[in-house]
């Protein structure tokens, strides 16, 4: 700031010079009408407002003019840093309210919107109904026996009383091993583990066998040449006919329902003398075969459902297996996994359980 004043007219301060404060305006405005950010109007409000200002330095001269032309000169510097004041409030207005709207889209965050996850697999059905199904006679006191897939052509057919030209031998078509003579199959159904069962423990015998099983027949709607299979195997003084019923009743209860009964129908199996085929009653029309007048479609109109085999253990097994068939009775039952899957959940082709195709064993969650 310059010294006392008294002699010179304002006119002549440089400072407040009318076409100075003129051209210091103009340039305030023009630095704050071209600033397109906070920060670029931070800096012109340093620039034109701060104490360095040419209107700031203006102001100050004002103060060392003699009192005759301070109000004029007051006026002047008043009403120009008054515009650029308002300038400033106007584009900081502006300029916060881009801001504000700028971050509105920028930051909004989308509940809706997928995010890129790693898809969950899901467990195949077939591994959850077998689950379920160890579940239920580990809950009942059994133990869960396992044997090979690849099996001794002795085990499949001839301990269990298939004869090398019995009938049953060609009707559960065979992979065998090579070579020719091998004495090696593809187990074509999990009753060999009955008699491995037989030959490593002494009765009393109460054991679940699940497992994979193959037959040469082709993939079409109800037939797959690999499928899994769970056995049922008691042998115990005194065991009868009536405890294999009790027992398959208590377990179609716990698998499709309370109230669902079974019922025993004569077969032929050459491993069990006598042999039944295990019929459940329909657990969706409850036996009556009709659903609102109309044919029920899980059961076929017939009230009862096939599930698999059973019947009480050939005395024959048991003396192959070692066991004395005067003093031990047994039960055995075998049923298919996949046929159980359909019928527990109406799936109309055996392609659907057998292709891998995630979704349709995500229709099936984690648990069924
Ligand atoms: C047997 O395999 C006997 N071992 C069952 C048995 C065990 C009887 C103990 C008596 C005592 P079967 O051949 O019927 O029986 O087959 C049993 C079940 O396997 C059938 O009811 C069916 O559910 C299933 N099954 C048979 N063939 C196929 C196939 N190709 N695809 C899918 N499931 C099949």
Not at 128 to 144: K, N, Q, T
Not at 253 to 280: H, K, M, W
């Amino acid at each position: 700031m310059s010294g006392p004043n008294t002699q010179y007219d304002p006119v002549e301060v440089a400072a407040l010079d009318p076409a100075a404060i003129d051209r210091a305006v103009e340039d305030a405005l023009a630095q704050i009408a071209a600033a397109t950010t906070l920060d670029q109007l931070k800096a012109a409000r340093t620039a034109h407002q701060g104490e360095k200002s040419p209107l700031a330095l203006a102001n100050r001269e004002i103060g060392a003019l003699p009192p005759s032309a301070k109000a004029e000169a007051g006026k002047r510097v008043g009403q120009a840093r008054g515009r650029v004041g308002h300038a400033l409030r106007e584009r900081q207005e502006e300029l916060e309210a881009e801001r504000d709207a700028r971050i509105l889209v920028e930051e909004t965050v989308d509940l809706t919107v997928r995010v890129p996850r790693r898809p969950l697999g899901a467990r195949h059905p077939v591994s959850l109904v077998s689950e379920r199904v160890e579940d239920i006679f580990v809950a009942m006191g059994w133990e869960i026996a396992e044997g090979p897939e690849i099996e001794a052509e002795w085990l499949n057919f001839d301990a269990l009383n298939i004869a090398a030209d019995h009938p049953a031998r060609q009707e559960q078509d065979t992979f065998f091993v090579d070579p020719p003579g091998s004495g090696l199959v593809l187990r074509t159904h999990t009753s060999p583990v009955q008699v491995r069962t037989m030959l490593e423990r002494r009765p009393p015998i109460y054991v679940l066998c699940p497992g994979k099983v193959f037959r040469t027949d082709d993939l079409d709607a109800t037939h797959t040449p690999v499928f899994h299979q769970f056995e049922g195997l008691v042998v115990d003084e005194g065991i009868t006919m009536a405890h294999l019923k009790g027992t398959l009743d208590a377990f179609v209860q716990r698998l499709f329902g309370a109230g669902v009964e079974t019922r025993l129908r004569p077969n032929y199996f050459p491993f069990t003398e006598p042999s039944a085929e295990i019929d459940c009653r329909c657990w969706v029309c409850g036996g009556s075969g009709t659903l609102g007048g109309v044919r029920c479609r899980t059961c076929g109109g017939t009230g009862w459902i096939e599930l698999g085999g059973s019947g009480m253990v050939n005395q024959r097994v048991l003396r192959a297996a070692g066991v004395d068939p005067g003093r031990y009775t047994g039960f055995a039952f075998g049923l298919g996994i996949e046929r159980s899957l359909m019928l527990r959940h109406n799936v109309a082709d055996m392609h659907d359980i057998v292709e891998g195709d995630v979704r349709f064993s995500r229709q099936f969650g984690m648990e069924i």
